[in-house]
């Protein structure tokens, strides 16, 4: 069991070594393959980001989530472990691989993308022994307090701040995500809020196959994890609701533990497209380019990378206001509360098939805003700076 540190304390290590040139950072996250997921896509987005700025960067990941990195394999070490629906769990030689792979590489920060596993504290420690400067970026989600959802996850959050004591920085999402955090007894003073970036240079408005491919006139997208909180199956059923025309197209990709019903509710329905993991970057933008509405009907969120993709790629959005989501999102795109979801999500369904020139005026600003607030460079310039403040700190003491 872990153990964990009085709210205000600082973890304890020992002295660096000289500070190396370039920054080296031990980034442990989310592989692709197997997942395609919010996390997948941080994880993928930042360090090849952090490579194109000269930083060393080994990425650890877990043998299960699959085989694409992103950095070379070289500078990759995959991890063996078992999960249980959301929770990643080690197995036997854990441990003594991870301390392998920071006693050759030797960082200067331990980067964790949370949750990773089960000893995501254990890993603050192990770095924090070898004089390296820790880091987490908090990705659970967050809803509103009066739901029985939300008093679930404000439960959680006291249970992974104990670990995560552990990291002398915490990345939070929001500011939301901020309050929820020092609640849970993190320290404010440890704590950076960077909101979640996406490469708006690499995902743009253009043109896709795709409606040619489907037969399609019209098309609804959702791209994400299909686990219960993100509430797919009501998505698809509120599409199939509609009884629209065969070319109006409901497209999920994704993966999650309610795959198996999310296909069995679109059997026999030829314009419902069940799609599964989509990790390869161009098919991906294809499918942003190539949708009308984007739709995130989640009742917890962070703040979803997905829906800042649709954004960047110029979808109408429709997403309930949950976690950051609504703040993003602004006057960019239709807000559904997030209980109940109906009859909300099919009016704005309704509202945005019908009016095409709303649509277009939606994307427009969806494509704005994002690429004003929520940029991929500036979210790097601002973890750069962390980094090197932690190092220049881990040096004096």
């Keep these: 069991m872990e153990s964990s540190l009085a709210p205000d304390t600082a973890p304890e290590r020992s002295a660096p070594a000289a500070s190396a040139t370039p920054l080296r950072v031990a980034w442990f996250g989310h592989a692709e393959g197997r997942r395609a997921d919010g996390l997948s896509t941080y994880s993928r987005e930042t360090v090849q980001g952090l490579r194109r700025r000269g930083v060393e960067v080994q990425f650890l990941s877990h043998a299960l989530d699959g085989d694409i990195a992103p950095a070379p394999a070289s500078a990759s070490t995959q991890l063996p472990a078992l999960r249980f629906k959301t929770l990643t769990m080690p197995m036997p030689g854990y441990v003594e691989q991870i301390e392998r792979a920071l006693d050759e590489f030797k960082p200067d920060v331990v980067h964790c993308s949370w949750s990773f596993s089960l000893l995501d504290g254990a890993i603050g420690r192990m770095a924090a022994k070898r004089g390296a400067a820790t880091v987490a970026t908090f990705h659970l989600p967050y809803a509103a307090p009066h739901t029985a959802r939300g008093r679930v996850l404000q439960t959680l959050y006291r249970y992974h701040v104990h670990r995560l004591q552990h990291y002398d920085t915490c990345v939070a999402l929001s500011e939301g995500q901020r309050d929820l955090l020092v609640d849970a007894g993190y320290p404010a003073s440890r704590i950076e809020v960077i909101h ?119 979808c109408a959005v429709i997403a309930t206001d949950v976690g950051e989501d609504g703040a993003a999102l602004g006057d960019a795109g239709l807000h559904i509360p997030g209980s109940p979801l109906e009859p909300h999500l099919r009016n704005a369904l309704e509202a945005l098939r019908n009016d095409g020139s709303l649509r277009v005026r939606l994307g427009l600003r969806a494509r704005a805003r994002v690429a004003e607030h929520y940029g991929l460079q500036g979210n790097l310039d601002r973890l750069l700076d962390v980094y090197r403040r932690l190092r220049v700190g881990a040096a004096a003491a």
């Design 196 to 314: 979640n970036g996406v490469d708006v240079d690499a995902i743009t408005p253009g043109p896709s196959s795709l409606k040619q491919r489907l037969g399609a006139r019209f098309v609804v997208l959702y791209m994400g994890r299909l686990d219960p909180e993100k509430r797919v199956p009501a998505l698809v059923r509120s599409f199939l609701d509609m009884q629209w025309p065969e070319d109006h197209v409901l497209v999920v990709a994704g993966d999650g533990v309610q795959r198996h019903r999310v296909r069995r509710l679109a059997e026999g329905h030829g314009n419902v497209h069940v799609l599964g993991v989509v990790s390869d970057a161009e098919e991906r933008l294809s499918l942003l380019r190539g949708a009308d509405v984007f739709v995130l009907p989640s009742t917890a969120e962070g703040l979803a990378l997905s829906m800042l993709e649709g954004m960047s790629a110029g």
